[in-house]
């Protein structure tokens, strides 16, 4: 039986785009081949490991991750964020190598946002760590990156799901993955509890990098606006659905987890999986 060729649109989401992986899974394992991909942020990030054959090893990764190795990650020195993102651009580039967007076996499309002249960019060549870096500079938490000349910053700022890049492609269906679905108030995935002593490390670290309590607290200045980008994405992927509607849509909850809750990595990777075998036009 030959595959149903697909272009696959990977949305914007922070850790509930490990969902992504469950989706890329799903659909392997039944009769779909994806040739081509367009996501921004976290998507973007998704889709260039699978497009460089490199999934399994970062999936592998994220899952031997707990939260104390998720913080060393974070270098707290940025202009314009709080992170540089210098510290995981290096351990991205050490999973991912040095790749070529323009050599890649599948059509690929990183998606981030000039803030300067106030419209999306869609890069499709040149550098793929350089284009997910770009895509993924989330305001305030990362620093914006500075792409040919261009500062930019995370592509879910305007557009959360970017379907456009796909529209001249020549496969057989569009499947989104919306990570700003409808919240679910029973959702079928537990959270990790952390132990004390987890607890206790997290708390000592943040404390020897001195931030502000302002920041750092659950209702400090950067969660209310991380709220408020998540309020804002959601708002425009509806949009932009309803404005150019893929063949299949894909909608993960937007309270699965949080924004930074990579830990999560195995559950949340089941939870898209499992999502795919809830739509009956994937059967």
């Known amino acids: 039986m030959n595959k149903k060729t697909i272009s696959l649109v990977l949305g914007s989401g922070g850790a509930r785009g490990l969902a992504h992986i469950g989706v890329i899974k799903y659909l392997e394992e039944h009769n779909y081949k994806i040739e081509s991909i367009s996501g921004c942020s976290i998507g973007a990030l998704i889709g260039g490991f699978y497009a460089a054959g490199k999934l399994d090893l970062y999936a592998k990764w994220l899952e ?58 869609w890069m499709n060549k040149g550098s793929l ?4 870096r770009a895509s993924i500079s989330l305001p305030l938490f990362f620093t914006p990156y500075t792409y040919h000349g261009r500062r930019v910053i995370d592509g879910g700022v305007l557009n959360p799901v970017p379907i ?6 020549t496969t057989n269906l569009t499947i989104s993955v919306n990570l700003g679905g409808e919240a679910h108030p029973n959702l079928p995935i537990k959270k990790i509890k952390k132990d004390s002593l987890i607890s206790k490390k997290i708390k000592d670290y943040l404390t020897n990098i ?15 606006a991380n709220k408020s980008f998540e309020t804002m994405q ?44 809830n739509i009956e036009e994937l059967d």
């Open 64 to 121: 031997e991750l707990d939260v104390l190795d998720m913080l060393k990650l974070l270098d707290f020195k940025g202009s314009g964020g709080l992170i540089s993102g210098e510290k995981l651009i290096n351990k991205l580039e050490s999973l991912l190598g040095d790749v070529n967007i323009e050599d890649l076996p599948i059509k690929f499309t990183a998606v981030a946002a000039d803030i300067n002249a106030e419209k999306e960019i």
């Open 129 to 132: 760590l350089n284009a997910i």
């Open 164 to 169: 456009a890049p796909t529209f001249h492609d």
């Open 210 to 224: 001195s931030l502000p309590e302002t920041i750092v607290t659950q209702d400090g200045m950067y969660a209310i």
């Open 234 to 277: 959601g708002t425009i992927a509806r949009m932009k659905l309803a404005a150019y509607p893929p063949d299949i849509e894909i909608d993960i909850p937007r309270n699965l987890c949080g924004m930074f809750e990579f830990n999560m990595a195995k559950e949340l990777i089941e939870y898209g999986y499992n999502t795919c075998k």
